[in-house]
Nanobody
């Protein structure tokens, strides 16, 4: 059974940092699964934040987080991390990790949440001003 477990959220002041973790079970990242991070603030649509490709390790970032967030993977632990620095109040949301099966390889995107097959339960990030 494929499962994703997101953790690491919390309350932080603006300018602070958090590191989110996404632990996967039931598959390995080598099995052509891209991992993406999405977030959803109250009253807003789910927004793609970042992803990492299983085929070549390439990464993608939304403009809103570029230069502040870094995605990485530890294949030995089957875990993907999202390091979030210089956090802003507008980063407040529930953050979800998701897995997209992509046997064709190449880069990943987070424009379409529906292309992701498996989702974690979400972890709350709150940034106070």
């Amino acid at each position: 059974e494929v499962q994703l477990q997101a953790s690491g959220g919390g309350l932080v002041q603006a300018g602070g940092s958090l590191r989110l973790s996404c632990a996967a079970s039931g598959f390995t990242f080598d099995d052509y699964y891209n991992i993406g991070w999405f977030r959803q603030a109250p009253g807003k649509e789910r927004e793609g934040v970042s992803c990492i490709s299983s085929s070549d390790g390439s990464t993608y970032y939304a403009d809103s987080v570029k230069g502040r967030f870094t995605i990485s993977s530890d294949n030995a632990k089957n875990t993907v991390y999202l390091q979030m620095n210089s956090l802003k109040p507008e980063d407040t949301a529930v953050y979800y990790c998701a897995a997209e099966w992509d046997p064709y390889g190449g880069s990943c995107l987070v424009h379409s949440p529906s292309s992701y097959d498996y989702w974690g339960q979400g972890t709350q990030v709150t940034v106070s001003s």
